[in-house]
Structures are given as structure tokens and as C-alpha cells.
């Protein structure tokens, strides 16, 4: 079986070195690593000429995003098979057996997603949990820590949405999913995820808001097409959507009523946080009152009252087995 390993690097020069080394510990002839410069300015595509070998193949482009990134590496992928990785993640030495001995014990199946987290098959009934990614389940939300056929995204045409900046994983892999007839959830482990407090995801874009917009209709779009019996879940994925962004929002010094106008005031958002008590069960106490007080139209006190509580808890540099 070959294997194609994506990464999407721009800026990554502090990290890309141990992903790269951590993937290069298995000596298989059996995969291929493919790294697409995203046109970064630091000393990333240095380090990565550094690589160059049969097995390593380097592509440059100019600053797209991590989609556009992701999407030129499926056009030059030969593996059966394919995994994506970030570039300040990396893999644990046991990564190259736990997935070639999964794919080969579960007969070669359309997905494997990993997780030490993972229940043991999909229950429709956890369905808005998967695809949220919220509490101990195996997360649909994400497109780390699992492999997918190539030729299932080939014949179903299964790209990352390249007009979405928040939000494009979960689509890939809802698409995916619905055009899957077989997706294997295993407890292996073996991507070691790195989250840092000056990270992109923690901070507030005002692109977010309207790219999260255009993300809730392609949403509707795919559970219209594929899979009408989820349409419950559009209320649910607003929510999140929301508590994501004004997380991001409170990273801002100063709450600016005209800055986030729209998204505050939108009937997207309003209509559905109006039924966040029927999913109370997903969420934590804070994000409860924080939906409380914006129901209420409490914009401003719901700010200060998630800035408070993110600076009681300070975020340090997190690596977490997935």
C-alpha cells in the first residue's frame, strides 16, 4: 500500500524540521511525503529543499491558505491512500505499522480515523458530536489523524472548499463521509497535535464572520444533497460556530459594537442560539452563560464575561496525543 503525506507549511521553519524527522524515523519505501510551500517568507522553504529526495517531493506557491495548499497536494498524490499533517504537528514513532497493519486487518476500508478517544463504530446518534467535534469522541471537525482512500476523493471530486477559512475540514470530511461506504474508527494513536497561545485559530479575523456565513451554507448545501435525515445538526454547528468566533472575538483588547455588527445582530446566529438549550448537553457552564447573555442581546457583557474567564485560565503551548 502507498501512502501520500500532505503537509501544508507556510512560516513553518520553528517546526517543519521535527514533523519531517518524525515521519522519516519509518524507513518504508512505501509513502510519500509531499510539502507545499504556501508561500512562506521565514526560512521554510530552505529547510525543506534540505529534504529533497525520491521520497520528498517539494511544491511552491503563492500565499493561498491551507486549502489551496491541501488541494495541490491531492493533484500530485500517486499513494492509495492519504493522511494530512500540520506542520508544527508530528508523528509518533509506532505512525507507519499501526496504519498499514489497520488498513490491512479491516480490509482496506474507504477511511481510518484515529483516535485513543474513538468509540468503536459511528452512532448516528453522537452524529452532532462528530462532526462538531465536541467532548471524548472522534472528531469529523478535523482532517488530522486519518487516512483516506484516493480514489474515493477522486471520484467524488472531495476538495477542501478554498473560499472557506474556518470550517473547511468538517466539510471534507462530511463530503467524504457521505460518499463513503465504509469508515473504520480505530483507538490507535499516533499524531501528536501542538497548539500555542500565539496561534492563528486564537485570534479574531473579521474575515471569519462572513467566511463563517458562506460556511453554514455550503453546510445546508452537503445535508440537503447527502444526508437530508442530519438536518438537525444546522442548529447545533451555528452554535459552535458561534462560541468559536466570540472566543476569537475576545482575544480583541476593546468590545467594538460596529465591528462585529453583522455577526451579532445576524438571524443566522440569533435564530439558532434562541434553541441552544435543547443541546445544553454539549456545552461547558461558561459557553451556557455566554449563550444565556447573547440570547438576551447582552453582546457586550457576553464578551467581557469570556475575555474574564480566558484570562483566569492563561493558554500555554499544548502537544496532545490525538
Same mark, same amino acid.
Given at each position: ?223 440537503? &444533497?447527502?444526508?437530508?435525515? *442530519?438536518?438537525?445538526? =444546522?442548529?447545533?454547528? @451555528?452554535?459552535?460556530?458561534? $462560541? #468559536? +468566533? ?24 440569533? &435564530?439558532?442560539?434562541?434553541? *441552544?438549550?435543547?443541546? =445544553?448537553?454539549?456545552? @461547558?457552564?461558561?459557553?451556557? $452563560? #455566554? +449563550? ?31
Amino acid at each position: 500500500m502507498k501512502l501520500s503525506i500532505i503537509i501544508p507549511a507556510y512560516n513553518s521553519s520553528k517546526y517543519i524540521k521535527r514533523c519531517l524527522d518524525s515521519i522519516l524515523v519509518e524507513q518504508s519505501s512505501n509513502y510519500e511525503i509531499i510539502c507545499v510551500n504556501d508561500g512562506s517568507i521565514d526560512q521554510t522553504l530552505p529547510i525543506l529543499e534540505s529534504y529533497i529526495s525520491p521520497k520528498i517531493k517539494v511544491i511552491s506557491q503563492k500565499n493561498s491558505g491551507v486549502s489551496v495548499a491541501r488541494n495541490t497536494g491531492l493533484k500530485h498524490a500517486i499513494g492509495e491512500y492519504v493522511l494530512f499533517i500540520d506542520s508544527d504537528d508530528f508523528l509518533s514513532p509506532n505512525w507507519y505499522k499501526l496504519i498499514t497493519e489497520t488498513i490491512k486487518n479491516d480490509n482496506n476500508p474507504d477511511a481510518v480515523f484515529f483516535s485513543k478517544n474513538t468509540q468503536h463504530q459511528i452512532q448516528k446518534a453522537l452524529m452532532p458530536q462528530y462532526i462538531c467535534g465536541i467532548g471524548d469522541v472522534n472528531s469529523f471537525s478535523t482532517v488530522w489523524s486519518k487516512v483516506y482512500k484516493m480514489d474515493v476523493i477522486k471520484k467524488h471530486h472531495i476538495y477542501f472548499d478554498q473560499e472557506v477559512i474556518n470550517g473547511e475540514d468538517m466539510l471534507f470530511n462530511l463530503k467524504f463521509n457521505f460518499n463513503s461506504k465504509d469508515i473504520i474508527l480505530d483507538k490507535g494513536n499516533f499524531y501528536n497535535y501542538c497548539s500555542s497561545p500565539n496561534s492563528a485559530t486564537r485570534n479574531f479575523n473579521i474575515r471569519y464572520i462572513q467566511s463563517d456565513i458562506e460556511f453554514q451554507q455550503k453546510l445546508q448545501t452537503i445535508i440537503n &444533497q447527502y444526508g437530508r435525515e *442530519y438536518a438537525y445538526i =444546522k442548529d447545533l454547528c @451555528t452554535i459552535n460556530a458561534w $462560541i #468559536a +468566533l466570540f472566543h476569537h472575538y475576545s482575544y480583541v483588547k476593546k468590545f467594538n459594537f460596529s465591528e462585529i455588527k453583522d455577526f451579532v445582530t445576524n438571524p443566522h446566529y440569533e &435564530q439558532a442560539i434562541k434553541r *441552544y438549550n435543547i443541546y =445544553k448537553s454539549y456545552f @461547558t457552564k461558561t459557553n451556557l $452563560i #455566554a +449563550l444565556w447573555l447573547f440570547k438576551h442581546h447582552q453582546y457586550r457583557l457576553s464578551y467581557y464575561y469570556i475575555r474574564a474567564k480566558r484570562k483566569l485560565k492563561p493558554t500555554k503551548r499544548l502537544i496532545e496525543r490525538i
